[in-house]
């Protein structure tokens, strides 16, 4: 059954129900919701927790990915929970539109694996393999890596499960279950 309150709705029924006088006044003195209130985060928190620990009743959405030449990984969107298994596509042919290819996703060890059986491939139009790996250093969101290393930019698409929007004051939270 999907949820019928509101962000502010949830926050006000959870704060009459815990009856803290000290979280009352913060969060919302007057019977009014604060932007700065604690339990806009906590609530957030939760439903992100939820979305991760069951990706797959998230919204599932794509992304241009594209790669670049001799690079051998890209950064994932923000929102990124999960890639849809072998979701990640390359267009194999140039300007055209219809010859995307599915690359297989592989676990870190047997990716280190075919990266090595790669090491000595030159020319390469697009990569075969990918897995989810580790976080950029610079942005803190998480990583793609690809093999073989393809040779010239290439067009992709990911496709994966998507957490939610943050939540509004007039949202109604769709529930992992919906």
């Known amino acids: 059954m999907p949820n019928r ?83 990640y596509t390359v267009q194999t042919i140039v300007n055209d539109s219809l010859s995307f290819k599915r690359l297989h996703r592989v676990p870190f060890q047997k990716f280190l694996n075919r990266k090595l059986a790669y090491q000595k491939q030159t020319n390469v139009i697009y990569p075969i393999f990918y897995c989810v790996q580790g976080k950029d250093s610079a942005t803190g969101r998480q990583t793609i890596k690809v093999t073989p290393v393809q040779t010239q930019n290439c067009n992709a698409t990911l496709w994966y499960y998507q957490l939610p929007a943050l939540l509004d004051a007039d949202t109604v939270p769709q529930a992992v279950s919906d």
Do not use: C, E
């Open 5 to 87: 309150y509101s962000r502010d709705q949830l926050i006000k029924i959870a704060l009459d129900q815990v009856q803290l006088p000290n979280l009352d006044s913060h969060d919302m003195p007057n019977g009014v919701i604060q932007p700065d209130a604690y339990s806009i985060q906590w609530l957030q928190d939760i439903l992100d927790f939820w979305y991760h620990m069951t990706p797959f009743s998230s919204t599932v959405t794509s992304v241009a990915l594209n790669l670049t030449a001799n690079v051998d990984f890209v950064i994932v969107p923000s929102d990124f929970i999960l890639d849809v298994r072998n979701g």
